[in-house]
């Protein structure tokens, strides 16, 4: 069992930023993921990251955002720089208790959800 909880998500204007994090407790991880949705849209990935480091992001984020982690924390980070508009969206992180060497990673593959954190960004 795995409680998975993120944090950081509120109401920024465009072009600024905001480090959202994700705590999984109970047992150690090893592939984390954010992803995020909108409504009438599927679900899709962010970003997501081995439990060696090495990192996989979506074309719409790669050069503004970075996704870390802190294996003694079982913690994932996304931080977002110069966010849009169209980066509002909840934000879930996904959590995978086996390891993986390619950083991509079917959603089949992740086993604990969090409930999400709402980002909006104003124009």
């Known amino acids: 069992q795995v409680d998975v909880v993120e944090s950081g998500g509120g109401l920024v204007q465009a072009g600024r930023s905001l480090r959202l994090s994700c705590v999984a407790s109970g047992r150690s991880i090893g592939h984390m993921a954010w992803y995020r949705q909108v409504p009438g849209n599927q679900r899709e990935l962010v970003a997501a990251?081995?439990?060696?480091?090495?990192?996989d992001y979506s074309p719409l984020v790669e050069d503004r955002f970075t996704i870390s982690r802190d294996n003694a924390k079982n913690t994932a980070y996304l931080q977002m720089n110069n966010l849009k508009p169209e980066d509002t969206a909840v934000y879930y992180c996904a959590v995978s208790l086996r390891r993986f060497t390619s950083p991509r990673l079917n959603i089949r593959n992740y086993d604990y959800w969090g409930q999400g954190t709402q980002v909006t960004v104003s124009s």
């Open positions: 990251i081995t439990s060696g480091g090495l990192t």
